[in-house]
Structures are given as structure tokens and as C-alpha cells.
């Protein structure tokens, strides 16, 4: 989980802190983002898909996108992978060569992003800058008994200077073996991104006893986010972890091998249980199965009141909002097990009062952390004032952020919405009448016919 996250110089943030934690240790479940269009909410999530991504930068496209594992269930390819597939063929490998889409515009100084973080009940900071390619990277974490730094690294005068933990190695042979990979990729990659291939091509028992366990903590929370970005990030599909494991990740249709089964019948028993819940129209959700040799076919239904009858549909004919909330079941059910999940933009499509209802209904039971970027303003009735946060720009487009729980107006009897819609907080657009008439003009104006537009 993120207690908190410091950026410099990246995208749209000068030098921003979205502080997350919870009193002097831990940090809070559910947080809530808002702020005008263009404040930065999808910039945010865009510095923890950073953090993902960075990781993965020399792995090889299979190990990133596997297609078949005996250990945990996935179907073949997911909805967007092969685009995600092709992107990273063409930047995913090296971080030298994406980092500037993350660097503030027309920015000559170099970009930093600092991720405060909490796992297993220890807590540590790993910090990474870069321009052109990464020239500072640092992790301060649990060594056994205490916390220390057990690796810093940077690049001064051409040189990349180490500094590791008399902890970090059980033997030189380890250390030196790794000192050599950092001299050849450090840089176009980061540490994190090494180590990350190490553990997945060494044997389990080497790793174990050539460093320090706890080394590896922060890996393993990193590669457990589920991720959703809605811009431009792998064509706004989601770094999702497959947590949880027990229900389908394309949950309208699919085919699947026999031996998974369970697997859908317990999925159709969640959709039918929490769909039914919060729809008073839908009677019932089930899959139709088609038997094949090896494999099952299937299909979403709803049973549904249409007219004084009920009636069967497929879910594809369902409305926009009601199939987008399937496609977010599966990532918020994961904050249910422990692990962290980031949504951006999670009101699209969805009524204000139908998402306040899930999610004021599910806070409860978040055992992980669950963020989440939204215009959805009856939360602020429904959350605590220390979940939700503000983005703030002023008038020369510096930004702060805040809790609601720091502005000491708000009182007991206080309506947190309505002094959010009335911008006692800030975070909501400030804008004038838009005036059409030069607009108008301009349409006046005579031009060759192009029928709609050239």
C-alpha cells in the first residue's frame, strides 16, 4: 500500500505530495481523487503505472504477457493485450526510451518520483530520477531488525556509483555478479528492473540465499497492483495482477478448459449476488455453457424485468454503465485481498448514486488499498473527509493537494458536497458564460463545401 507519493517535474506536477497516511503509522484504505478537468487525476495514475512498468523493462514478452501457466488460471489473451503486446514491443524495452512521455513539458531539470510504501507492516520509500535515462535510483526499507537504505545508486560524471547494504548480499561472488549487470544496464533500466529479472530467471533457493529476503518485498507489491488508466495508457487497458484468482477475468464471455469450470461457476455465483443487489430490475445473472471436447464456451445473461415480464438478454445488449461496471468488478474486488488498486476516471458511465452505493458499501471490508480518480460528487456525503482528496491549481498552474480532513471549516453538521459544488475547497472549474457569437461567426463565414468536414 502507498502512504504517500512525491513528484517533481512529472507530467503536469511541479512538485506535488499526495500524503496517504494514517495517522503517524500505515496508511488509509480508500482514497478518492478529484479536481477540475486537466487537474492532474489521470496524471496521478499515471505516476504508479510508471512505477509498474519500470520494473518490467527487461523482461521479455512472454514472461510480461504470458499465455498460459499452469499455477493460476488465464485465459488467452485478455481485452487489450495485444495492443499492450505491440506497444511494448515498440517502447516497453528500455525505460530510457518512455520516460519522456512522464517528464513535465519544456522541462530542462530533472524528474523525480518518490514512492512512500507500507507492506507486510514495514514501511519504506523508493525513490527514482531521470531525464533522458534514470540517473538516481534508492530503496529504504526493513534490513532483518531495523530500517536502512539498502541500495542508492546515481550517476555522477558518467560513472554510476554504488552503495548497497552490508546486508543486501550473503556472499561478494553475489555482489559482484550483480555489480556487473548494473554496470551494463543500469541507466537504460533500473535496479528494480534487474532485480526483477533475476528472480524470475534464477532458481528459487539461489535467490533465497544469495540476499536479503525482504529485498524482494517491494517487487512482489508492485507486480500485485491492478492498475486501470484511462488515457493513452496500453490503449486503456489495466495492468491487472489476476487477483483475485478465483473468478474469470473476462467475465462476459469466453471459452475455457473443463478443468476451470469451478472457476466460472463461481464467478456466475459473485455476478449474481452483487448485480442482483444493486439493480432491482435484474432477477438473475448466469452463464450459458457450450460443451466442446476439451474446453466450455460461455455466455453472460440477465434475467430481467422489461415490461411486467421477465425477460432474457444477452449482457452485451445491456447498457453502457451497467457493462462498465463488469469490467470493474474484477479490479475492485482485488483491494478485498490485500492488495492495492488504482482506477482512473471510475465514475465513466456509471449513475452518481449506483457507484456511491458500491463503493460506500464496500469500504468496510478493503483488506488492500483502494484508489480511485472521480467527478462523482455524492461519495463526499457517503466517505470519510480524510479519504477524500482535492487537487488545487492556481492561476500559474501550480498544484497542491489536500484532504478534506485539513480544511478546518468543516464541521459535524457540515455538507461536504455541497461545500465542495460551492468551491470552498477549490478542485472544481472556475469559468465564465462561454460566449457563441464569435463562434457563430465563424460559422457564417463562406467556405468551399466539404460536406461535413475535410
Known amino acids: 500500500m502507498f502512504t504517500y507519493i512525491r513528484l517533481k517535474n512529472f507530467m503536469s506536477f511541479r512538485d506535488v505530495t499526495f500524503d496517504f497516511r494514517n495517522g503517524r503509522k500505515g496508511s488509509k484504505k480508500f482514497i478518492a481523487i478529484y479536481g477540475e478537468n486537466g487537474s492532474g487525476k489521470s496524471n496521478f495514475v499515471h505516476s504508479i503505472e510508471f512505477l509498474r512498468r519500470s520494473i ?14 499452469t499455477d493460476s488460471f488465464q485465459q488467452t489473451f485478455s481485452r487489450g493485450t495485444h495492443a499492450r503486446l ?28 518518490e514512492y512512500g510504501f507500507c507492506f507486510n507492516g514495514h514501511e519504506g ?27 542508492e545508486l546515481s550517476c555522477q560524471d558518467g560513472r554510476i556509483q554504488k552503495n548497497f547494504s552490508n546486508k543486501l548480499f550473503t556472499n561478494q561472488k553475489v555482489k559482484s555478479e550483480i555489480s556487473d549487470e548494473i554496470d551494463k544496464y543500469w541507466g537504460k533500466h533500473t535496479f528494480l528492473s534487474i532485480l526483477n529479472k533475476e528472480r524470475s530467471e534464477k532458481n528459487e533457493q539461489y535467490i533465497k540465499d544469495s540476499y536479503l529476503p525482504f529485498l524482494f518485498d517491494i517487487l512482489t507489491m508492485i507486480q500485485e497492483m491492478t492498475i486501470h488508466c484511462n488515457k493513452a495508457s496500453f490503449s486503456g487497458s489495466e495492468f491487472d495482477a489476476g487477483i483475485p484468482s478465483n473468478i474469470l477475468k473476462e467475465l462476459g464471455e469466453g471459452e475455457i478448459e473443463k478443468k476451470y469450470e469451478p472457476l466460472l461457476n463461481c464467478s456466475e455465483r459473485i455476478l449474481n449476488d452483487f448485480l442482483t443487489q444493486i439493480y432491482s430490475d435484474i432477477k438473475e445473472i448466469y452463464y450459458e455453457k457450450t460443451y466442446r471436447e476439451a474446453s466450455v464456451s460461455y455466455t453472460l445473461y440477465v434475467k430481467k424485468m422489461i415490461g411486467g415480464k421477465i425477460r432474457k438478454i444477452n449482457f452485451r445488449q445491456e447498457s453502457a454503465g451497467t457493462q462498465q461496471i463488469l469490467e470493474i468488478i474484477h479490479s475492485l474486488l482485488g483491494a478485498f485481498c490485500g492488495v492495492t488498486v488504482v482506477y482512473d476516471e471510475i465514475d465513466n458511465g456509471i449513475h452518481d448514486l449506483l457507484l456511491k452505493t458500491i463503493l460506500e458499501s464496500m469500504t468496510d471490508y478493503i483488506t488492500g488499498q483502494l484508489i480511485v480518480t472521480t467527478h462523482n460528487t455524492y461519495m463526499l456525503e457517503a ?31 457540515n455538507n461536504p458536497r455541497s461545500m465542495y459544488l460551492k468551491g470552498l475547497f477549490g478542485g472544481i472549474p472556475v469559468i465564465d458564460t462561454v460566449d457563441y457569437d464569435s463562434i457563430l461567426q465563424e460559422l457564417s463565414v463562406n467556405v468551399p463545401d466539404t460536406k461535413g468536414g475535410v
Open 56 to 69: 518490467d523493462s527487461l523482461m521479455t514478452p512472454k514472461e510480461v504477457f504470458p499465455t498460459d501457466t
Open 86 to 113: 505491440v506497444r511494448y514491443l515498440i517502447e516497453f524495452s528500455s525505460v530510457a526510451i518512455w520516460t519522456g512521455g512522464y517528464r513535465m513539458a519544456e522541462c530542462e531539470e530533472e524528474t523525480s518520483a
Open 125 to 151: 520509500c523508493y525513490e527514482i530520477r531521470f531525464n533522458k535515462k534514470v540517473i538516481y535510483e534508492k530503496l529504504y526499507y526493513f534490513t532483518g531488525k531495523q530500517s536502512g537504505t539498502l541500495f
Open 383 to 413: 466517505i470519510e473527509p480524510k479519504s477524500a482528496y482535492i487537487i488545487n491549481v492556481d492561476y500559474q498552474g501550480n498544484k497542491s493537494v489536500r484532504s478534506l480532513d485539513q480544511f478546518t471549516r468543516i464541521q459535524g453538521s
